[in-house]
T-cell receptor, first 112, second 111 residues
Framework: DSGVTQTPKHLITATGQRVTLRCSPR?????VYWYQQSLDQGLQFLIH???????AKGNILERFSAQQFPDLHSELNLSSLELGDSALYFC???????????FGEGSWLTVV | QKEVEQDPGPLSVPEGAIVSLNCTYS??????FMWYRQYSRKGPELLMY????GNKEDGRFTAQVDKSSKYISLFIRDSQPSDSATYLC???????????FGSGTRLQVQP
């Protein structure tokens, strides 16, 4: 158990809908990262937050947004969902920026 | 060209064999190197972390980094069926402080 908690573990939703994925980082970790893993793209970096502030963006679509709250938990919002958004979404955390990064078990999103 | 290249395998070895997994990278800004193990779409589990050229050993695992060649390796000694998983190399971009992953090598250790 890495200590990073993600909910929900699985969800199925229809195209055009909006979902929110939630992440609680390991105790004491200030950085939260979001990654997407699909069969054809592998693990892709989406976004990084450090202590509530956005630090870096990767291949995150404009339909997606994230935030990190004062208690350090983070949410990834996915809107106007398309079939191609079906993937595993991982949250990861680290103490700072550049330290070892630990992953949660992921949220499996299926868009139908 | 991808920033991190990794042979996807699959790689099948008998139990007890020494396994060699490799990645190459193109960006000299990469400074930190990690290996993760992922079981059947579970969360990636951190195995090794290093930031310098040379070898780092942890039990049956040895990570090797050659920055001059932009080449990293993971060796697994006395491989076990429980080592059967996908192994992902991951390299940190010091600018974005985010990991860039290889595509993963699927390893099967036959009992």
């Amino acid at each position: 158990d890495s200590g990073v908690t993600q909910t929900p573990k699985h969800l199925i939703t229809a195209t055009g809908q909006r979902v929110t994925l939630r992440c609680s980082p390991r105790s004491g970790d200030l950085s939260v990262y979001w990654y997407q893993q699909s069969l054809d793209q592998g693990l892709q970096f989406l976004i990084h937050y450090y202590n509530g502030e956005e630090r870096a963006k990767g291949n995150i679509l404009e339909r997606f947004s994230a935030q990190q709250f004062p208690d350090l938990h983070s949410e990834l919002n996915l809107s106007s969902l398309e079939l191609g958004d079906s993937a595993l979404y991982f949250c990861a955390s680290s103490q700072g920026s550049g330290n070892t990064i630990y992953f949660g078990e992921g949220s499996w999103l299926t868009v139908v | 060209q991808k920033e991190v290249e990794q042979d996807p395998g699959p790689l099948s070895v008998p139990e007890g064999a020494i396994v060699s997994l490799n990645c190459t990278y193109s960006n000299s800004a990469f400074q930190y190197f990690m290996w993760y193990r992922q079981y059947s779409r579970k969360g990636p589990e951190l195995l090794m972390y290093t930031y310098s050229s040379g070898n780092k050993e942890d039990g049956r695992f040895t990570a090797q980094v050659d920055k001059s060649s932009k080449y990293i390796s993971l060796f697994i000694r006395d491989s076990q069926p429980s080592d059967s998983a996908t192994y992902l190399c991951a390299i940190m971009d010091t600018g974005r402080r985010a990991l860039t992953f290889g595509s993963g090598t699927r390893l099967q250790v036959q009992p």
